[in-house]
């Protein structure tokens, strides 16, 4: 399965739309006014589906927390590492690794199983990935910890 999501030009806050390979919206992304970032995560047919949030911390690295509905799912943070990104990450099991200029990324399973492949398009006016997901079933999960990815490397920027 492969998903596409692209941040809106001009935005006032952090708002995506995420389409499927046939260009059918299939989630749609919207930031809220809050201290640290926030998304919430809608279902193409506009019902609340999930969260990623800040944690905000006095000293330390940014953590996102995660929720699906309103259950929480996970946190994740940057690791400091010298030539390519890695995320602590408290989210089923996973693990994410990337390049050295952070466009690339591949998550994993504990087992280290592929489960995704993450490539942000470079030469463009505003954010823009590619998602391809192995399993379908794992979807929601995978744009949730894609969004937790994008919103440390915001917040880093």
């Known amino acids: 399965m492969k998903l596409m999501f692209k941040?809106?030009?001009?935005?006032?806050l952090d708002s995506y739309d995420i389409f499927d390979e046939a260009g059918n919206t299939v989630y749609t992304v919207k930031g809220e006014l809050s201290w640290g970032k926030c998304l919430h995560v809608y279902g193409s047919n506009g019902g609340y589906l999930g969260t990623v949030k800040q944690k905000l911390q006095l000293f330390g690295r940014p953590r996102f927390e995660i929720y699906i509905g309103h259950d929480y799912v996970g946190i994740i943070s940057k690791r400091i590492t010298f030539f390519r990104p890695e995320l602590d990450i408290e989210y089923l099991g996973w693990h994410v690794t990337g390049d050295f200029f952070e466009v690339d990324y591949q998550i994993s399973s504990a087992d280290g199983d592929h489960i995704a492949t993450i490539t942000k398009?470079?030469?463009?006016?505003?954010?823009?990935?590619?998602?391809?997901?192995?399993?379908?079933?794992?979807?929601?999960?995978?744009?949730?910890?894609?969004?937790?990815?994008?919103?440390?490397?915001?917040?880093?920027?």
């Open 7 to 12: 941040q809106r030009l001009f935005s006032w």
């Open 121 to 157: 398009e470079v030469f463009r006016l505003t954010d823009t990935y590619c998602i391809e997901i192995d399993n379908p079933d794992f979807a929601l999960n995978v744009l949730m910890l894609v969004l937790a990815i994008d919103a440390e490397k915001a917040v880093r920027d």
